[in-house]
T-cell receptor, first 113, second 109 residues
């Protein structure tokens, strides 16, 4: 089954404790992206990657890191989480930057205390 | 900075009562405009891509249109299963994606 998976689905952590949210897709897609979704603000792009070893900042990259060492994986790293990073996070992938029909993962709900 | 504004924020419809959602945008070098549907607790689901002004796409009771400054999503004779939040997004020249805040549609039987 073609899908985007994220882990964990739910996470409660404390300020300053480094964490990684994994994202994996099995569709051989080139373009991958991370978003956060907050009430009233909609989806905001954090980082995107057009291919392996190519990453670019979205609208809200501060406090986040990403890497794209393999085509299928695109982990999101919070080096020192803060309460304002409490949010619902989505990973998405699409065949390519010019064919951007995105498939979204199920979401990760993160709470930073 | 690219901007996407959706209106109205919420729309309550009677089953069979057609209506339209609006998405107005400003973007540097539009590569594409996208519509997604999002159900509560789930990730968005792709509906349409529109690339140029005048383009139209249809899927069941939904029809999306595009002009140089806005897009409309028309819902014809909606059913309760069309209840969802509809999201509009634009892709700019540098392949960045910007989403609107969405329109939440509720269709009553």
């Amino acid at each position: 089954e073609a899908q985007v998976t994220q882990n964990p689905r739910y996470l409660i952590t404390v300020t300053g404790k480094k964490l990684t949210v994994t994202c994996s897709q099995n569709m051989n897609h080139e373009y991958m992206s991370w978003y956060r979704q907050d009430p009233g603000l909609g989806l905001r792009q954090i980082y995107y990657s057009m291919n392996v070893e190519v990453t670019d900042k979205g609208d809200v990259p501060e406090g986040y890191k990403v890497s794209r060492k393999e085509k299928r994986n695109f982990p999101l790293i919070l080096e020192s989480p803060s309460p304002n990073q409490t949010s619902l996070y989505f990973c998405a992938s699409s065949p390519g930057a010019t064919n951007n029909e995105q498939f979204f993962g199920p979401g990760t709900r993160l709470t930073v205390l | 900075e690219d901007q996407v504004t959706q209106s109205p924020e919420a729309l309550r419809l009677q089953e069979g009562e057609s209506s339209s959602l609006n998405c107005s945008y400003t973007v540097s070098g539009l590569r594409g405009l996208f519509w997604y549907r999002q159900d509560p607790g789930k990730g968005p689901e792709f509906l349409f891509t529109l690339y140029s002004a005048g383009e139209e796409k249809e899927k069941e009771r939904l029809k999306a249109t595009l002009t140089k400054k806005e897009s409309f999503l028309h819902i014809t004779a909606p059913k309760p299963e069309d209840s969802a939040t509809y999201l509009c997004a634009v892709q700019s020249g540098d392949y960045k994606l910007s989403f609107g805040a969405g329109t939440t549609v509720t269709v009553r039987a």
